[in-house]
């Protein structure tokens, strides 16, 4: 199973396009500071991943929420997590959200490997209870955005930067 933390990735996404004057590679789909993917991810990593989870927020109504879920349900995420925030408030839920899904699936033993899609060292303690159930965490992240703790952390860890972003003719001395 796959768990992203998507409001973080995409905000360090923003981010790293941004210094790098890059542009985001084939086939990524983003809505900036909420969401990004690429369904290619899952297909370069194994194909027999069950379920992709995916953990954002977003300033709207209720139709904004369902609108920005279908997009990742376009994008190949099965279950799509998105809540409301609100400029004052944010959201609190992405990360909490994430965190109890992981560990309760880990704990029913649905899964052998999970894939974190983060780079927070909040989530050292999650990764070490989920080993705790017995399963393995491979951690993906974005080079702008990783704890050194959360990669000692994790059994394996692979940067996604370069399969989310190409460099851009402009962006070359």
């Known amino acids: 199973m796959i768990f992203v933390d998507g409001e ?3 905000i360090r996404f923003g981010a790293e396009r941004k210094e790098r004057r890059a542009k985001a590679a084939s086939g990524v789909v983003e809505m900036p500071d909420v969401y990004v993917w690429s369904p290619s991810l899952v297909r370069e990593a194994n ?3 069950l379920r992709r989870y ?3 927020s977003v300033c709207g109504d209720v139709p904004k929420v369902r609108e920005t879920a279908e997009a990742l349900k376009q994008a190949g995420i099965e279950a799509p997590r998105v809540f409301k925030k609100t400029k004052e408030r ?4 992405v990360d909490i959200t994430l965190a109890t899904d ?4 880990a704990h029913r033993k649905h899964y052998d490997v999970a894939i974190l899609v983060a780079g927070d060292e909040d989530y050292v303690p ?3 209870a989920v080993q705790r159930e017995g399963a393995l965490v491979h951690l993906w992240f974005l080079q ?6 959360l990669r000692l952390a994790a059994d394996l860890y692979r940067d996604i930067t370069n ?4 460099e851009s003719p402009e962006s070359r001395p």
Do not use: C, F, Q, W
């Open 90 to 93: 944010g959201s609190k839920r």
């Open 163 to 166: 399969a989310l972003l190409i």
């Open 8 to 10: 973080n990735i995409a």
């Open 102 to 105: 992981m560990l309760t699936h």
């Open 126 to 128: 999650l990764v070490e």
């Open 47 to 49: 194909p027999a991943i």
């Open 144 to 149: 702008n955005g990783l704890s050194p703790d």
């Open 54 to 56: 995916y953990y954002t």
